[in-house]
């Protein structure tokens, strides 16, 4: 089970920090990831990596930006956004899978989704 939290409203250039809970097993192989959908968008692909801590991929426009990374103890899967922009906003989903996929980036790779936490950003 994956719960993410962290969204609110800030304003382009601030920070923001989401949170993902991870419930239940997970192993070195286990893979977790974000995805964002915008309104009338398709849900897109912004990060993901190995819960072992390796692999960490970024989508290219938030490369630089975001940062995904995870905590072992909390089992928590965190996604650093700093110098956010209005095009940023989007409810936020974390996703998780076992095993790792070459197609991390499509949403039929992924397994398990969370509820999704809203990140608004205003000009």
């Known amino acids: 089970q994956l719960q993410a939290s962290g969204g609110g409203s800030v304003q382009a250039g601030d920070s923001l920090r989401l949170s993902c809970a991870v419930s239940g097993r997970t192993s070195n192989n286990f893979g977790v990831g974000w995805f964002r959908q915008a309104p009338g968008k398709e849900r897109e692909f912004v990060a993901a990596m190995r819960w072992s801590g390796g692999y960490p991929q970024h989508a290219d426009s938030v490369k630089g930006r975001f940062t995904i990374s995870r905590d072992n103890v909390k089992n928590t899967v965190y996604l650093q956004m700093n110098r956010l922009k209005p095009e940023d906003t989007a409810v936020y989903f974390c996703?998780?899978?076992?095993?790792?996929?070459?197609?991390?980036?499509?949403?039929?790779?992924?397994?398990?989704w969370g509820q999704g936490t809203l990140v608004t950003v205003s000009s």
């Open positions: 996703t998780g899978r076992v095993g790792w996929s070459v197609a991390y980036y499509e949403t039929s790779a992924w397994a398990y």
